[in-house]
């Protein structure tokens, strides 16, 4: 059972719009940096957000990151085939002085 | 580039002991802090451990604590993972990833260890 929880799977039409959530306490994102990560089974995982909100050099704007209290939103929007994929969200839990990643949500486009 | 590659990875018997190794490349490695992460079949990512640039900081998760050791050189370039009294549920695709405590930017593709009899 992960500290962080993510919804299983989402699935929106192409061109949609899909939000991922990321609930967890304030032992980890309440006063913590939240990244997401994509990862395509057979290949490595990538980072999409760093410091919340940030993308790095590459991530198209269709990706976003936004957290309040002790929750993180990864929203997708133009939704692309290719964005079907495994979405986690991760912090670190200053409590358990632990890294801690989300269970993963299944992007699927219909 | 930059680039890190994993190796390592076997079948070995429930108890058994084996070594990960990373190397990696195209970044300053003694400035950076690593991972490792796991994949069970299956299932999603787990955390595994974190060292320090200078390897005077390392964090574990529960689950490997007391079993695993994490160490790096430097001077090599080189991460790696010391896996003692190996189970089953160890059984996962390894992954070596660049990174501090609240993002990991740069990961290898991993090495599969299988813990069976």
């Known amino acids: 059972q992960s500290l962080l929880t993510q919804p299983p799977s989402v699935s929106a039409a192409p061109g949609q719009k899909v939000t991922i959530s990321c609930s967890g306490s304030?032992?980890?994102?309440?006063?913590?940096?939240v990244s997401w990560y994509q990862h395509v089974p057979g290949t490595a995982p990538k980072l999409l957000i760093y410091d919340d909100d940030q993308r790095p050099s590459g991530i198209p704007d269709r990706f976003s990151g936004s957290k309040s209290g002790t929750s993180a939103t990864l929203a997708i929007t133009g939704l692309q085939t290719g964005d079907e994929a495994d979405y986690y969200c991760?912090?670190?839990?200053?409590?358990?002085?632990?890294?801690?990643f989300g269970g993963g949500t299944k992007v699927a486009v219909l | 580039e930059e680039h890190l590659v994993e190796s390592g990875g076997v079948v070995v018997q429930p108890g058994g002991s084996l070594r990960l190794s990373c190397a990696a490349s195209g970044f300053n490695f003694d400035d950076s802090s690593l991972h490792w992460v796991r994949q069970p079949p299956g299932k999603g990512l787990e955390w595994v451990s974190l060292?320090?640039?200078?390897?005077?900081?390392?964090y574990y998760a529960a689950s490997v604590k007391g079993r695993f050791t994490i160490s790096r050189d430097n001077s090599r370039n080189s991460l790696y993972l010391q896996m003692d009294n190996l189970r089953t549920e160890d059984t996962a695709l390894y992954y070596c990833?660049?990174?501090?405590?609240?993002?990991?930017?740069?990961w290898g593709k991993g090495t599969t260890v299988t813990v069976s009899s």
């Open positions: 990833v660049k990174g501090g405590f609240y993002y990991m930017d740069v």
């Open positions: 060292i320090s640039w200078n390897g005077d900081f390392i």
């Open positions: 991760g912090t670190w839990d200053s409590t358990l002085s632990v890294a801690v």
């Open positions: 304030s032992s980890n994102i309440g006063n913590n940096i």
